[in-house]
């Protein structure tokens, strides 16, 4: 399918106080100005893509993975294909989340209780309007053959877009979604094989590290607040997310166009402990923004747990007011 229509009943509010309440919502929208990045100056798009070239062996880690997987037996240049489609597929995931978050960014200017919050979702609106086109760029010019949108990224896309409810929306995105995004763009110099896209994930890796910086200030105070009835539905989407993106980074998309057996490359991906070490490294961003919002429940860390999501299976847990009261009552 090519779009992804939803009916959602939004819940707007106008503030009429404009008194700034909140210092660290002011220093991220300084910070969101005075990072404005030219998506034409700032990026070098006549650098080579050489897509589908002999790649460097890599580290004894990856040729480890390459031998353990069910790619081995068709040889060698099978590895360097599967690299490049790889890269192909998380870049064509970026830009699908990337328009994803556009449209939250817009909805929280119009749901946010307080103005100085509004002025931060603006910008980083004009933020993600800028990955969508650099993005989309880099695929148009670079990539033969970019993928459509993952099932699991569409499904949990649709349960963030679908909620009324602004805090659910902002968890779902600016937590789940985009602090997994930062971690990615973060990788790209050991996960992504050409200077043009190494560059451009540098330039979005700054927005994002202040998307998810907004995302927590706008949510930690609000979540100390909550119920024990509304803290498990938080949680419930929480560990609902976890679930949809480990599945997505099991590839069932690029083993299908690869013609490996789906099961097979599934079932690889799952165990191989270098993708292991991928998702838990990427997670780990996830973890650090729940712990700030006090959401690193015992409920969650064991959830996460049990999807192999926790790097060694230990997290810090910072006990919220909230936390406390509950354990008390």
């Known amino acids: 399918m090519q779009h992804l229509d939803l009916r959602a ?36 798009w006549s650098a080579p893509v050489p897509f589908g070239a002999p790649l460097a062996d890599g580290t004894d880690f ?93 499904e949990l896309l649709e349960d963030v877009l679908g909620d009324s409810r602004w805090d659910v929306t902002a968890l779902g995105m600016q937590i789940m979604v985009e602090a997994l995004a930062m971690a990615a763009f973060r990788l790209a110099g050991t996960t992504f094989h050409d200077a043009l896209i190494r ?37 419930e989407l929480v560990l609902d997310a976890a679930s949809l993106m480990r599945r997505r980074f099991l590839l069932s998309d690029v083993w299908e166009r690869l013609d490996v057996d789906r099961d097979a490359g599934v079932a690889y991906a799952a165990a191989d402990p270098a993708m292991v070490l991928y998702r838990q490294t990427v997670f780990a961003r996830v973890v650090s923004a729940l712990v700030r919002i006090g959401l690193m429940t015992d409920r969650v860390r064991q959830g996460l747990g049990d ?20 354990r008390r009552a």
């Open 199 to 235: 560059r451009i994930t540098t330039l979005v890796a700054r927005d994002e590290a202040r998307h998810v910086s907004f995302g927590v200030v706008s949510l930690e105070e609000v979540y100390r607040e909550l119920s024990s009835t509304e803290l498990a539905d938080r949680e």
């Open 62 to 154: 990856a040729r480890a993975s390459f031998e353990a997987s069910p790619m081995a037996g068709r040889g060698r240049p099978m590895w360097d294909t599967f690299r490049w489609e790889l890269q192909a597929w998380l870049v064509s995931q970026f830009l699908h989340g990337e328009q994803a978050a556009l449209v939250v960014a817009a909805r929280l200017v119009e749901s946010l209780p307080t103005v100085e919050a509004k002025l931060c979702a603006a910008s980083q609106a004009t933020d993600e309007a800028r990955h969508v086109e650099v993005f989309a760029r880099y695929l148009r010019e670079n990539v033969p053959d970019p993928y459509p949108v993952n099932a699991d990224l569409r």
């Open 307 to 326: 999807l192999d999501l926790l790097s060694y299976g230990v997290v810090p847990r910072r006990l919220s007011r909230r936390d406390d009261r509950l």
């Open 9 to 44: 009943s939004v819940h707007t509010r106008l503030s009429w106080d404009y008194t700034p309440r909140v210092p660290r919502l002011g220093s991220l929208s300084r910070r969101g100005r005075d990072g404005q990045w030219d998506a034409e100056a700032d990026i070098d």
